[in-house]
């Protein structure tokens, strides 16, 4: 029981953090780009969210890959120990959240805190608030890049399967 308890301790930690760093760059590229125009800090915004999501499937595909396992076991062989880089990469997989998680999370309490403050503005600095205002249903457009990218992974995959299946109703004509 308690060591369920300290790697869900470690778990919120992970996610505190990764929403702290997260939540500091988003507000600093949305307020930088919203001094040049309102549309960039959107569309930064929206990048970010792409970056991100992109970022954790390619994490995910890279651990799995047995080229990164082959790299990782020639270090180990040259250290005659395990690494430093081992130990970070076990640590990350041990304590591993996926980064969407961490957006979906993120963009929840930005749901949450734009309802706070829009029934009491004195809550949040003009600034911070504008912030919070304006990414108020970003969550949507993190809900709607999941799903498109989920059902393009399922259409690719459907298209490969049909395309395998016709290449062998073609191949049994032959014979």
């Given amino acids: 029981m308690r060591s369920k308890i300290k790697q869900l301790l470690r778990y919120l930690a992970y996610i505190i953090v990764s ?4 939540g500091i760059i988003v507000y ?9 125009s309102l549309s960039f800090a959107y569309l930064g915004n929206f990048a970010l969210i ?10 995910c595909k890279e651990y799995q890959s047995e080229k990164f396992a082959a790299d990782l ?6 250290s005659g120990k395990a690494s430093k880089s081992y130990r970070i990469i076990r640590w990350h997989m ?12 993120f963009y929840i309490f ?6 706070i403050i829009a029934y009491n503005p004195a809550l949040a600095s003009e600034a911070f608030g504008n912030f919070i205002m ?8 993190l809900i709607a890049l999941d799903l498109l990218i989920r059902q393009f992974s399922i259409d690719r995959r459907k298209m490969r399967e049909t395309s395998e299946k016709l290449e062998r109703a073609l191949a049994e004509d032959k014979d």
Avoid at 50 to 59: F, N, R, S
Avoid at 96 to 105: G, I, P, R
């Fill in 28 to 36: 600093n590229v949305f307020t930088w780009l919203a001094g040049y």
């Fill in 50 to 59: 792409v970056l991100g999501l992109a970022l954790d499937e390619y994490t």
């Fill in 110 to 115: 930005i749901l949450v805190a734009s309802h």
């Fill in 19 to 22: 929403n702290a760093i997260y």
């Fill in 94 to 105: 041990d304590n591993f959240v996926s980064f969407k998680t961490v957006l979906y999370l």
């Fill in 73 to 78: 076991k020639t270090a180990m062989q040259k």
């Fill in 134 to 141: 304006a990414n108020e249903y970003t969550i949507l457009i």
